[in-house]
């Protein structure tokens, strides 16, 4: 049984960048697909991206290019998920979750219990 | 097209059946899968791929797909089935192992 722990909540000025961690126990994180979804308040899901097994690196949603950077410390298994140049917009609950890419379909097994992020000057 | 619609809210009596639809034009190439999420928590996967129920899920939740419309329909709803409901898949429009979309969500009401 995978379960995923996250970091705290957090408070952060528009501008600022934020690292989101989840830690991983049950499996290594290297048998693990992690990947990021973000909920705004009374919104509804997001995926930010996520590791590819097929390709072998992570991608990213078009939207968080250039902004979201996704890592793993594999001697930790914890992964990371950092985002910057915060606007309001970013204020959300960020989740991580285990991926599984099968040929016709793809899932998101397991979760951790979320991060709110706020982002206000 | 990238984007996975869904009706904003069904209400469903109680031991009744209701039907959650998810329309999308990546639904033609992937089978979706379907999260229950309650207030305040994280989604729970309830179906995914042709229609498999992780352990733990009741058998009155099913998934089927047509063309570009997946649904998930409970049978003989529960009051603690209540909750918002997400579908999730592929993005046909990304490249081989390309990205992936959420469904705008339904909120259901069991009555």
């Known amino acids: 049984q995978v379960q995923l722990v996250q970091s705290g909540a957090e408070v952060k000025k528009p501008g600022a960048s934020v690292k989101v961690s989840c830690k991983v126990s049950?499996?290594?994180?290297?048998?693990?697909?992690m990947h990021w979804v973000r909920q705004a308040p009374g919104k509804g899901l997001e995926w930010m991206g996520g590791?590819?097994?097929?390709?072998?690196?992570?991608i990213y949603a078009q939207k968080f290019q250039g902004r979201v950077t996704m890592t793993e410390d594999t001697s930790t298994d914890t992964a990371y998920m950092e985002l910057s140049s915060l606007r309001s917009e970013d204020t959300a609950v960020y989740y991580c979750?285990?991926?599984?890419?099968?040929?016709?379909?793809?899932?998101?097994?397991?979760w951790g219990q979320g991060t709110l992020v706020t982002v206000s000057s | 097209s990238s984007e996975l619609t869904q009706d904003p809210a069904v209400s469903v009596a109680l031991g009744q059946t209701v039907r959650i639809t998810c329309q999308g034009d990546?639904?033609?190439?992937?089978?979706a899968s379907w999260y229950q999420q309650k207030p305040g928590q994280a989604p729970v996967l309830v179906i995914y791929?042709?229609?498999n129920r992780p352990s733990g899920i009741p058998d009155r939740f099913s998934g089927s797909s047509s063309g570009n419309t997946a649904s998930l329909t409970i049978t003989g709803a529960q009051a603690e089935d209540e909750a918002d409901y997400y579908c999730?898949?592929?993005?046909?429009?990304?490249?081989?192992?390309?990205?992936?979309?959420f469904g705008t969500g339904t909120k259901v009401t069991v009555l």
């Open positions: 049950g499996y290594t994180l290297t048998e693990l697909s």
């Open positions: 979750a285990t991926g599984k890419w099968e040929l016709y379909y793809f899932y998101l097994d397991y």
């Open positions: 791929g042709k229609n």
């Open positions: 999730n898949s592929r993005d046909s429009s990304g490249n081989h192992g390309g990205k992936n979309v």
């Open positions: 590791f590819d097994p097929e390709d072998g690196e992570t």
């Open positions: 990546s639904l033609r190439s992937y089978y």
